[in-house]
C-alpha cells in the first residue's frame, strides 16, 4: 500500500534483504529493531564548539518544504537501520585497507602526541559511520573539535537534528564546507582560542610562545584537506573527491599563530559494522575496489524509496522506470537495459553518482539515535 503526500509517494509495504551476493528479492517484514542500529555513544572530550543555528534557504519557508519537514521528523530512522542491517548481512563484506594507511596510523599516533588540539573531520550525510571507533582511546584528553563537513549536501532538516544532539549531550558542532570555505575561518579561530592555554603555561616557565599545533585528522574524502586549503587560502595540500589521495603528513604554517596537520584518511583494519561501510561505499567515502558497485546501488535504490523526501516517485521520474522499492537489484537491472546495454556496473554507478550529485536532493544517509 502506497500514501500520497505531495510531490512523494510512501511506500509502506515490506524491504528486501539480501539473498547471496546481490539482494534478493522477497516481501519479508523486517524485525524489530537490533542494538547493532544503536551507533556507540561520542566520547566526553570533545569540545564545545559555537554554532549559530540552521539558517534555512528561501525555500524552507514554502509550505512544500515545512511538509516535508514535518514527515522527516515522524520518520523511523531506526527502521531503516534495521533493514540496511538484513540488506547487508549476507553480500560480500566491503573491506579497504590501504598499505599507507598501516604506515600512516603509525606516524598519526606519534604526531597526536604533539598537539594542542585535535580537529576530527566527519561526512555531514554519515556522522556515525565516519567516527572512528579508536578515535577516543587516541585523543585521550586532548581537545577536540568537531566538524561536520560537507553541510551543503544535508538539509535544514538534517542540520537541526544533529544540531540538536550534540546539544542535548552538551556538544555544539561546527558545519562546514570545505570546497566554499563556509565555517573554515571560524574553525580557525576557535583552534587557537582552544589552544591558547599552552603558551600562557609556557610563559609561566620562562618560555618563548610558539604556534599552536593542530592536527586535521578524520575518514578518508571527507574534506579534510578541502578544509585546510581554505584555512590557508592558497591551495598547499593536494585535494580531490575521491579517498586515498593525501598519502603523507604535511605540516603547513596558518599564519603566526598555528600550525597545521594535515593527514591521510584513517579506517580500521577491519570494518565490522557493514552498515557503515555500505554507506562509506554510497557517499564515496572508501576505495571503490572495495565493493560491487551493483549490489551498493541497489541498496541505495531501496534506502531512497524508504526515505520521505525521495520515495518511488522521485526515481521513477528521474529515471522513467517504475520502482516499488522491494527490489533494488532489478531496478538497476532495468536501468542497464534501457540507458546502457545492460551493463549493470555503468547503471549502478549512475545512480551513484546522481545521490552524490544532490539529484534526489540533498539528504543525510542517517539521524541522531533516539
Not at 169 to 180: C, E, M, P, R
Not at 333 to 353: E, S, T
Amino acid at each position: 500500500m502506497a500514501t500520497q503526500f505531495p510531490g512523494l509517494l510512501l511506500n509502506s509495504a515490506g524491504l528486501t534483504l539480501a539473498g547471496g551476493r546481490s539482494l534478493s528479492c522477497r516481501n519479508n517484514q523486517p524485525p524489530a529493531a537490533i542494538s547493532s542500529a544503536n551507533p556507540p555513544s561520542l566520547s566526553s572530550t570533545i569540545q564545545v564548539v559555537g554554532w549559530k543555528g540552521a539558517g534555512g534557504s528561501g525555500s524552507q519557508n514554502s509550505k512544500l518544504f515545512n511538509s516535508f519537514e514535518d514527515i522527516q521528523e515522524e520518520y523511523d530512522w531506526n527502521d531503516l537501520e534495521t533493514d540496511l542491517y538484513h540488506w547487508t548481512k549476507t553480500l560480500r563484506p566491503v573491506q579497504w585497507y590501504p598499505g599507507h594507511i598501516a604506515k600512516t596510523e603509525k606516524e598519526l599516533k606519534e604526531q597526536l602526541k604533539l598537539m594542542d588540539v585535535v580537529i576530527e573531520v566527519r561526512d555531514a550525510r554519515i556522522p556515525m559511520s565516519t567516527s572512528h571507533p579508536q578515535m577516543d582511546s587516541w585523543l585521550g584528553n586532548r581537545k577536540r573539535i568537531l566538524v561536520l563537513n560537507r553541510e551543503d549536501m544535508i538539509s535544514t532538516a538534517d542540520r537541526n537534528a544533529w544540531a540538536t544532539y550534540y546539544a542535548n549531550q552538551g556538544i555544539k558542532v561546527v558545519f562546514s564546507n570545505g570546497q566554499l570555505g563556509m565555517g573554515a575561518l571560524k574553525l580557525g579561530r576557535l583552534a587557537k582560542a582552544l589552544a591558547g592555554t599552552v603558551n600562557i603555561k609556557r610563559k609561566a616557565k620562562g618560555l618563548l610562545p610558539r604556534p599552536v599545533r593542530a592536527g586535521v585528522v578524520g575518514y578518508p574524502n571527507v574534506g579534510k584537506s578541502s578544509l585546510v586549503n581554505r584555512l590557508l587560502k592558497r591551495r598547499m595540500c593536494a585535494a580531490a573527491p575521491r579517498p586515498g589521495v593525501t598519502r603523507e603528513l604535511k605540516w603547513v604554517r596558518f599564519g603566526k599563530d598555528l600550525e597545521l596537520l594535515d593527514s591521510p584518511g584513517i579506517i580500521p583494519m577491519r570494518i565490522s559494522d557493514q552498515t557503515a561501510a555500505i554507506k562509506l561505499a554510497i557517499c564515496d567515502d572508501i576505495g571503490e575496489r572495495s565493493y560491487d558497485a551493483a549490489d551498493v546501488a541497489a541498496i541505495l535504490v531501496q534506502m531512497l524509496s524508504r526515505l520521505p523526501t525521495v520515495g518511488n516517485k522521485a526515481l521513477c521520474d528521474r529515471y522513467k522506470i517504475e520502482a516499488d522499492g522491494r527490489c533494488g537489484k532489478i531496478f538497476v537491472q532495468k536501468l542497464a537495459v534501457q540507458l546502457f546495454n545492460a551493463d549493470n556496473n555503468q547503471a549502478a554507478f549512475r545512480i551513484l553518482q546522481d545521490f552524490r550529485k544532490g539529484k534526489f536532493g540533498w539528504i543525510a544517509l542517517e539521524r541522531p539515535p533516539k
